[in-house]
């Protein structure tokens, strides 16, 4: 093994956090002494440590000998004082401004000058907690996820006066504690709790305009894009008294941003205990620990299918015309769509509504389809009515498309469908984070795949589905909206021609 950058590490806090540092620590070789306001808590941390490492033992993943060692290395300290020989400290409290301050200042009159005082914090700024500090060039963030072991990522926060070189040593030894680091600046949020904005508050918004429900977003995300978690599935996981918090702080934090602008339903939810599924209560009901999921509704069957006409101007027309062949369709292929026709449009970012009226198309008989996802490469086909639809027009679209099999949600009609004003957010919210120098294109790649375990980073994603696609969206829905929440990023804007995700030089 290696010899660790930190040979005696010392953690303060025993809670989940504290014990998966801990563990991780002894497990690359380094000394870790554990120190809780509770001397109990301690005792409890080694013991519940020494049982995981027990456990791996039996299903044959650790030998005897290094189980042995790492619960030798994980030694209790009484008071903080036995930190002193420490050449790193790691907080891992109560997230409250003046509780870290006040310890930060101790231990820096207790460690040697030379040792790297490091938080925890997820959301408080790494500046603002070691703004009293004597020595701020050896303070940084250290922000791990939960369960430490499995989230195999972690932050290393540069504070505004933090060494350049203490950074880098955090950087290594993640490395050698078997993580990926990266490297942020102190900005709300870091790096995965600010690129996560997007896909839950834009679900949120999408909720309160009646345009579908949770069951509906959750499956459309899903199948569409290929997240593991719908943003209301997600919600019940994390659960909303840690969930709320965290989007009402970085919007506050960022002087009342739109495109962070939080949801009264989730306000709301919280506010009721309605909190998630360690109540067995959240946007879903859960039993035994399952949620309860009302199926789909069944594809009506319909006795005569209209003819179909489709938009000059939909989006990936051509596509739209082979599947449609594919089903079985009978196509028209008129300058306009006979009195009898299913009308079909394919908008980015504009409304079903508005596209019909502007293309002087029957309301009545036009139905959307949601064109920017590949329709090879998903498992779900979206449809939008407008409030003017006809039930047997909408009918008939959605047997059409469920022809071979595939799944169809139908939705209330809006500006941009549900994974087109999702993907749209989630990428400008990352261009921006490149635009304010947060992190690096690539650092934030990697934190948002591993901390997030999205499908994708949201670069590769905008560059997969198109970054003049994402820019349209985003420039339609700000025309329909009015809301600067969709203004595009200047980033965004200049990259959009050339790529996201490849971009290497420094600006």
């Not at 596509?319 to 079909?344: H, N, R, W």
Request: net charge neutral; proline share 6%; aromatic share 6%.
């Amino acid at each position: 093994m290696t010899a660790p950058l930190f040979s005696t590490v010392g953690i303060v806090g025993t809670g989940a956090m504290g014990r998966g540092i801990a563990q991780i620590a002894a497990q690359a070789g380094s000394t870790v002494l554990l120190f809780d306001t509770q001397a109990e808590a301690v005792a409890k941390a080694r013991d519940a440590l020494g049982a995981q490492w027990d456990k791996l033992v039996e299903k044959g993943r650790l030998t005897a000998d290094t189980a042995a060692a790492h619960k030798q290395r994980l030694q209790p300290a009484a008071a903080l004082a036995d930190l002193a020989g420490c050449d790193l400290v790691v907080e891992a409290i109560v997230e409250r401004l003046d509780v870290k301050k006040s310890l930060f200042a101790e231990l820096e009159g207790i460690v040697q000058p030379g040792a790297v005082l490091a938080t925890n914090t997820s959301s408080l700024s790494v500046t603002a907690i070691a703004a009293a500090l004597q020595r701020p060039a050896q303070f940084a963030g250290y922000h791990f996820f939960n369960p430490v072991p499995l989230m195999k990522v972690v932050e290393v926060i540069a504070g505004l006066k933090t060494d350049a070189a203490v950074c880098q040593r955090l950087a290594g030894y993640a490395r050698q504690m078997g993580h990926t680091p990266v490297q942020a600046e102190d900005t709300p949020g870091f790096i995965v709790n600010h690129a996560g904005r997007g896909y839950g508050t834009e679900a949120l918004r999408i909720v309160s305009e009646g345009v579908a429900d949770f069951a509906t977003i959750d499956r459309i995300l899903k199948d569409q894009v290929g997240f593991k978690l719908g943003p209301f599935e997600l919600m019940d996981l994390t659960a909303l008294d840690v969930s709320h918090p965290v989007m009402e702080s970085i919007y506050r934090q960022y002087y009342d941003e739109p495109r962070y602008r939080p949801s009264v339903i989730t306000a709301q939810r919280l506010a009721g205990g309605v909190v998630g599924k360690k109540v067995g209560d959240g946007f879903y009901k859960y039993a035994g620990g399952a949620a309860q999921i009302a199926p789909e509704p069944p594809v009506t069957q319909v006795d005569e299918m209209p003819p179909v006409w489709v938009s000059t101007r939909a989006a990936r027309r051509a596509e739209l015309y082979q599947l449609l062949k594919d089903l079985g369709a009978k196509i028209e292929t008129g300058q306009s769509p006979s009195p009898q026709a299913l009308t079909l449009v394919a908008p980015l970012g504009f409304d079903v509504t508005t596209v019909a009226v502007v293309e002087r198309l029957d309301p009545a008989r036009t139905v959307g389809i949601d064109m920017l996802v590949d329709d090879a490469a998903t498992k779900r086909r979206v449809l939008a009515t407008n409030p003017a639809t006809r039930s047997d027009m909408r009918d008939a679209a959605h047997a059409l498309f469920a022809r071979d099999g595939k799944a169809v949600s139908v939705i209330r009609d809006s500006g941009g469908f549900v994974t087109q004003r999702v993907v749209a957010t989630i990428v400008n919210i990352a261009a921006d984070m490149c635009q304010q120098r947060v992190c690096s294109p690539q650092d934030l790649e990697t934190a948002v795949t591993l901390g997030l375990g999205y499908p994708l980073g949201p670069l590769a994603m905008g560059d997969r589905y198109g970054p003049a696609n994402i820019l349209e969206v985003l420039f339609n829905m700000q025309t329909v909206y009015g809301d600067p929440r969709y203004r595009p990023s200047p980033w965004l804007r200049r990259r959009g021609a050339i790529g996201l995700s490849l971009m290497h030089e420094e600006e």
